[in-house]
Each structure stands twice: as C-alpha cells, then as structure tokens.
C-alpha cells in the first residue's frame, strides 16, 4: 500500500462508494512494483494459461521442450486451477467452461502424441473464442461489481487480477497501468461515472503508431552510419526532425547538430513501447558489433511523440527489467557479507562473487534476452548441488524453500509496514499503540486479543478500507494453523510450477532466440527476487555457521519449511507463544 491514499485522501476526488475506493486501492497497491508478491499482478488468467498450454503442448510435439510426464503435469495443474477459479469464464462461456474442465481432468503421457493433438485443437477454438470477448467480460464485470451497494471486496480482487494479467498479456506495460489510476481516477475533473467510464475505455483501447527519438551522444562513424540504413534504420538530422514534426514544438529539446534514430512502433503505452523500439535498434547493432563497426552510444530516454495529440514525452526510459528501486543497504547487511567474503569458506564466496557478477552483468545487458538468461545462469549456478539431477530441479526445490522460509514472517511485517504508511495509531485503554511500529512479535500477540482486534478492525474501517480488508484476511489465517500450513504448501507450489515457467523461458532463448511472452521483464524481476531471498537466507545462516557449505544450508531450509508446514498442520496442542514462534521463525 502507498501512502496518501487513506479513505478521505481517495474521497477528495468525488463521491466514490466502498466499492470503489477498496479498487482504487488494491489496483495501485497490485501494479506497484515494491508490492510484495503475495499481492503483486500475476501473469495468468484463463486466456493467457490457455495460450501456455497450448504452447507447450506444441513445442513437445515439436521436441524443442522435453516430453517429460511431470513437466506436463504441473503445466497442466496450473492451468485447471486458473479455469477452477474463473467465474468470469463460467458465468460468461458455459459450453467452453465445461469443455475445458473435461478434456483438462488428467494430463495426458508426454509421448502421447495423438492426445497432445487432441488438446491443441480443442484450446485453441476456444481461445479464438475468448480472445474476442475475454477482456470485455472482465470490464463488465468489475463495472458491475463496483456498482454494487454491497461490499464486494473479494470477487473484485478476484476480477481485478485477472483484468490486469489479461492487458499485460496483450502489451500494456505494468508502468501505464500503474499510473492510469492516477491520472483517470484520482483527479478532480469528471463525475465518478465518468472516470471509470474513462478509464475502462482507455484498457479496452488498441495499439496506436508512437514515434520514438533516440539521440545519438557522439557523431555516428561514417561506414556505421551508412550500414544501419542499409539495415532499415532510419536516421535523422535535428532539423529534419523539427521540420518533419513542427507541430509538436520540439525546439528546445531537439538539437539541430546532433543525429536521430527513429523508430515508429505501434504500441498500446509508451513504456512498452519504448523497450519493443529499442529492440529494434539494438538487432541492427548486434549485427555490426559482430562485424567489427564501432557501436555508437545513445540517449536510452528517447523524446516520444504521442500519437493521439501533438504531444510528448521525455521521461520514459528504456527498463528491461522490471526491478524494485535499489536501495543502500544498512552497514549491518554489509558488514555480514564483507566478514564472510574476507572470513568465510571460499567455496562458498566463489559462488557469492559469481552471483554478484552475473546480477552485475544482467543490469548491464542491452536485450531482454541477456537480462533473464544471465539472472537465470546466476540462480541456477548458485543453487547446483549433487542432491538433484539436473539445473531445473535444483533451482525448483531450493528457490522454493528460500521464498517459502520467511513467507508467513514477511507478510506480517509488510502488514505493519502498510500501517506506518497508512499512518495508523489505535487508542485502547488510555493507551495509544502506532501499529506499524510494533514488532511481528507485539503485533501478534495484540492480534490474539479480541477486544484489542475488534477495536482496530473497527478504526480500520474508518481509515483504509484495504488494511481493514487485510487485516481480516491476515487473522483469518493466522490463527488457524492448517490455514498456515495450507498457504505455505501452496506458495511454494506456486513458486515452482513459476520456475518451470522459467525455465521455458531459458530454454526457448537458449534453444531458439526468442521469448514467447509479453512483459518477459516481469520475470526478470521474479528471478531478481528469488536471488534476493536466497541471499537473505544463506547469509543469514552463514553467520549462524560459518563452516556450514552452501548444500548443507540448502537442505536444512528445506527441511526447515517442510518440517514448519508439518507442524502447523496439527499445532492446535500448541501454547499461544509457541505457535507464534512457530509462526515468525519456522521449525528450525
């Protein structure tokens, strides 16, 4: 949650109903980018799994991905869970609904070609089907569900993910999306109506011819400049700039003197766009660095010329990887890593070094491409261990355990953390308690006070209409042990069937050249993240142990989750301390 968007800062804007302010929150909170991932956007829904699937199925057949039983059948698992939870796709196709749920029951074998067939042809009419009306369907929906006079909180969230996962497949940028809310909704012009009116009509919009201006920083070299136009590239003077788009009043930021690649892109945003663009002039490059022709260096802030209107941006920049804005970690964090580096196993710091490399170089890449592969060499490298044949499973079981070890203990201290943003203070019993300055331990054993929770639900109401939603859902499973355990078993099973996703990506570039997703720096940012847990947790250990090797650390977190979920499913004989120690530690 962000800051500045409490009930009454949202209601300054007009007369929104619960409804809508709960989806003013959540969809700023869900396309935040320092969001944690239990409520960040996801990429699947009905339509996207469909065409996975569907991909899958034919690269088997073709052999360019193993025809592996296990593989299909996580492929499989995850797309039936998605349909499962569709209710716009039940509501909406009836007869498709139900012939998805009976040709998915059970995956099929991985050599049985005939039945791969089979579902090829069945997906793929009923996506022709959908992809008409999928994102229509969603719009209604939310349109429908905003209206209610009800509290619809759930089954807007529900249709909220699966809104933005359906228009991050088909283009829009995670950036464009984030920001409409601000510009459309929380503005003082137009009725309510009217703004989502607005809004909904800009989502359901279609791609539109942006032109985007990269400037050259130094003189382009005779014999390269003469190659990348016989490679279609199109370069242009300042002047012929300015004289080719005087309407847009460009003369304070285009420099006569210097040289312009143009690129025009259709595109529904300028933040995609601007990556598909530099795509462009980044292939031709490749080819004359491969040839020896010295590489010129541009400005990646391209001026962008909006299509609709004589109007432009300069403060859109080339993002190939969607990561969390670095921050300047505390000298205890450095301090630990520079102790282990000069003291530790050098087995362990060689494989730390490699890490920091191939993160290093991953920021430095040019291509999408060279950002995940080299994010993917570093995770895979770290994590090998002799434990599990093959670089999938090592990656699959290890990443899993990291993001998995902490899970409950994050979520909590993110809750505060949302607190002290919504600036959240509770008076009980002529005492005041800032809640997001409370430790996980306070909080918890606060939580387990009913008078003190029913008192705070109630502020809470009143104040932020998303932490109360929050708040309800955290008790809800928090004091329930099998919950727990259930939403640890699925995390990590959602972390894996994630990583096979992956590890399609790897293959496809290593294999052939290419990536088959949109928005594929929205994975880069994922494995950006599975490094940073695994760096979290292996430091943290190490400075328990400092003899311990990286495989021995490896199994002890796995057995720690494996043993914590265990636990949790028959906890009800625990004490309250216990159990919350359970809860913010793990087993072990």
């Not at 993910?161 to 995670?174: K, P």
């Not at 990556?275 to 292939?283: D, L, R, S, T």
């Not at 940012?525 to 943290?540: P, T």
Request: proline share 2%; net charge negative; hydrophobic share 35%.
């Amino acid at each position: 949650m962000e800051r500045h968007l409490n009930n009454r800062d949202i209601l300054q804007y007009g007369d929104f109903n619960s409804n809508q302010v709960f989806f003013i929150q959540r969809w700023i909170e869900l396309l935040n980018i320092h969001t944690h991932s239990k409520y960040a956007v996801r990429y699947l829904n009905t339509h996207q799994a469909l065409k996975e699937l569907n991909y899958v199925c034919k690269e088997m057949i073709e052999g360019n991905i193993k025809r592996n039983d296990n593989h299909l059948f996580i492929v499989f698992e995850e797309v039936k869970k998605v349909i499962n939870g569709d209710e716009v796709l039940k509501k909406n196709a009836v007869s498709y609904s139900r012939i998805l749920e009976n040709s998915l029951q059970r995956a099929p074998k991985a050599e049985n070609i005939t039945k791969l067939y089979s579902i090829i042809y069945q997906v793929e009419y009923v996506i022709r089907y959908i992809e008409k009306h999928y994102l229509t369907w969603v719009i209604t929906e939310i349109d429908s569900l905003l209206s209610n006079s009800e509290e619809r909180f759930a089954e807007i969230e529900n249709a909220m993910q699966t809104l933005a996962s359906e228009l991050m497949g088909r283009g829009w940028s995670v950036d464009e999306l984030y920001l409409s809310a601000f510009e459309l909704l929380l503005t003082a012009e137009d009725s309510v109506s009217k703004k989502f009116e607005k809004f909904f009509s800009k989502l359901s919009s279609e791609p539109l011819p942006f032109v985007f201006l990269f400037s050259v920083k130094k003189d382009l070299a005779k014999g390269t400049k003469s190659r990348l136009v016989e490679l279609k590239l199109e370069i242009l003077s300042g002047q012929e700039v300015l004289n080719t788009y005087s309407d847009y009043e460009l003369e304070n930021h285009i420099s006569k003197n210097k040289e312009y690649v143009r690129v025009i892109y259709d595109s529904l945003d300028a933040y995609s766009g601007v990556n598909n663009a530099w795509q462009k002039i980044v292939g031709k490059l490749d080819i004359l660095n491969f040839y020896g022709f010295p590489i010129p260096d541009f400005d990646t802030s391209p001026i962008i010329l909006l299509p609709d209107s004589p109007k432009y941006l300069r403060n859109v920049e080339v993002d190939l990887s969607t990561k969390k804005r670095k921050f300047r970690a505390p000298d205890s964090m450095m301090n630990r890593v520079l102790n282990q580096l000069e003291t530790g196993d050098k087995e362990v710091n060689r494989k730390l070094k490699s890490l920091f490399e191939f993160t290093r170089i991953s920021d430095e890449s040019l291509s999408p491409q060279s950002t995940f592969i080299n994010l993917w060499i570093g995770i895979e490298s770290f994590v090998h261990s002799r434990e599990f044949e093959g670089g999938i499973e090592n990656v699959k079981m290890f990443v899993s355990a990291f993001s998995t070890h902490n899970y409950i203990y994050s979520l909590i201290k993110n809750f505060l953390e949302d607190c002290n943003r919504c600036d959240v203070e509770i008076i009980y019993r002529e005492r005041n308690y800032r809640i997001g300055k409370l430790t996980p331990q306070e909080a918890l054993s606060l939580f387990w006070n009913e008078e003190f929770l029913n008192n705070m639900t109630a502020e809470f109401e009143d104040h932020n209409i998303l932490l109360s939603y929050r708040l309800r859902e955290l008790c809800n499973i928090l004091k329930d042990g099998k919950k727990c355990a259930t939403l640890l078993e699925e995390h990590k099973k959602n972390v894996q069937q994630h990583v096979h996703r992956l590890y399609r990506i790897r293959n496809s570039i290593v294999h052939s050249g290419q990536m088959q997703y949109n928005n594929t720096n929205l994975f880069s940012k994922h494995l950006y993240e599975y490094i940073e847990y695994a760096m979290s947790v292996v430091m943290h250990r190490l400075e328990e142990d400092s003899s311990a090797s990286l495989e021995q650390i490896f199994a002890q977190v796995r057995d720690s989750v494996d043993t914590t979920i265990e636990t949790l499913s028959n906890s009800r004989l625990l004490d309250q301390d216990t159990y919350i120690n359970l809860l913010l530690r793990g087993a072990f």
